[in-house]
């Protein structure tokens, strides 16, 4: 109950710093693996590294690159994966920052879109674009059109799916902190995402990680780049506003 | 495939100085089977070989349960001012380089 209250709170005052006793990822990690995140030569740099390349780099049918509208991303994307998903105009419809970067490759570049959705060039560039966010505070987007979107996030969030008929919440708010084997059960703040996991030897995005959790409980996860999975996206923004990006962590 | 080199630029006659190698690549084992169902072949990093002036002073050889992106630290006592190469070869016999200099002074 004292955690639906801080929800509450969170949601209706987005982007107010209070205390709280939210805990992100790196708070439950062991030493060794915030070493790892914190020192600058780790393995997720590479992805920046690629994206910082394939920014100024001319792509598609019309040979124009990132750069040549939004200029230098260090200025033009500060601060732009901390209020993600956000409102996408022309489809009316909710928009994660992948399928915003996939939208713009296929409106402006006119580039001959890859069958997967999370294609490595695409998750470098939103790693790159991440990166400019790292360090700011979520601050999710308060457009009133994204409020129903946001409010199917939060119904998934408890609904109970799978064989083994379990929620989100169940064990990410009632049991968060706790045991699932040898592997501690965070509280599910999207503060990082993409994010290099140890266990997937690369990075991925909160596509990757979702269906990963629904694979868990045995349900049929949602597609990537889906509107349930952009609806939960806008949701646990919510729920973690206030919280710090980081770009890129590191995972077990 | 990149490589990032930490390497200090400059060294006092004598110092012990660490070096640390991080090397972008997918170290395929060659046992996973791929969504087809067919084994994926082996694509590892098997020798990393470092000089310092034209002589070797340290190698590693790598094998199949090595994580992806390795990652290779040593140690090197500073003695004059020179070059510092780096080799490493792949399972298709690729070789790649790179190289830093460091000033002893």
Redesign the interface.
């Known amino acids: 109950m004292r955690r639906a209250i801080v929800f509450t709170v969170a949601f209706l005052l987005p982007g107010l710093a209070w205390s709280d006793d939210r805990r992100t990822g790196y708070d439950d990690m062991n030493a060794d693996l915030q070493a790892l995140q914190d020192d600058p030569?780790?393995?997720a740099?590479?992805w920046v590294?690629?994206g910082e390349r394939l920014w100024s780099e001319p792509a598609g049918t019309t040979a124009q690159s990132c750069a040549d509208c939004h200029g230098s991303a260090e200025d033009s994307m500060q601060g732009v994966a901390a209020r993600y998903p956000s409102f996408d105009e022309s489809s009316g419809t909710a928009v994660d920052l992948l399928g915003r970067i996939a939208l713009c490759q296929s409106r402006h570049q006119q580039t001959a879109q890859p069958r997967d959705r999370s294609d490595p060039d695409r998750l470098a560039l939103l790693a790159y674009v991440t990166h400019q966010s790292r360090g700011l505070p979520i601050m999710p987007d308060e457009d009133p059109r994204l409020a129903p979107a946001r409010a199917r996030g939060e119904a998934l969030f408890s609904s109970r799916m799978g064989q083994l008929n379990l929620s989100c919440a169940q064990c990410h708010d009632d049991n968060a902190g706790g045991y699932l084997a040898a592997a501690r059960i965070p509280q599910a703040h999207p503060t990082g995402y993409p994010q290099y996991r140890?266990e997937w030897?690369?990075i991925g995005s909160l596509d990757r990680r979702l269906a990963g959790c629904m694979t868990g409980v045995r349900a049929d996860p949602f597609a990537p780049g889906s509107p349930e999975l952009v609806a939960l996206e806008l949701f646990l923004k919510s729920r973690a506003a206030g919280l710090t990006v980081e770009a890129l962590p590191i995972r077990p | 495939m990149?490589v990032?080199i930490?390497i200090p630029d400059s060294a006092a006659p004598g110092e012990i100085i660490e070096i640390?190698l991080?090397i972008?690549h997918?170290?395929e084992t060659g046992f996973r089977t791929g969504p087809d169902g067919a084994l994926v072949p082996r694509d590892i990093i098997e020798s990393v070989t470092c000089l310092y002036l034209g002589e070797e002073v340290f190698r590693a050889d790598l094998y199949p349960a090595i994580?992806?992106?390795p990652?290779v630290g040593f140690h090197l006592r500073a003695d004059t001012t020179g070059e510092i190469e780096f080799i490493w070869t792949d399972n298709a016999g690729v070789t790649s380089r790179e190289a830093r200099t460091l000033t002893v002074a």
Request: net charge negative; charged share 15%.
């Open positions: 030569m780790n393995p740099t590479f590294l690629d140890l030897e690369t | 990149s990032l930490n640390k991080l972008q997918p170290m994580t992806a992106n990652f």
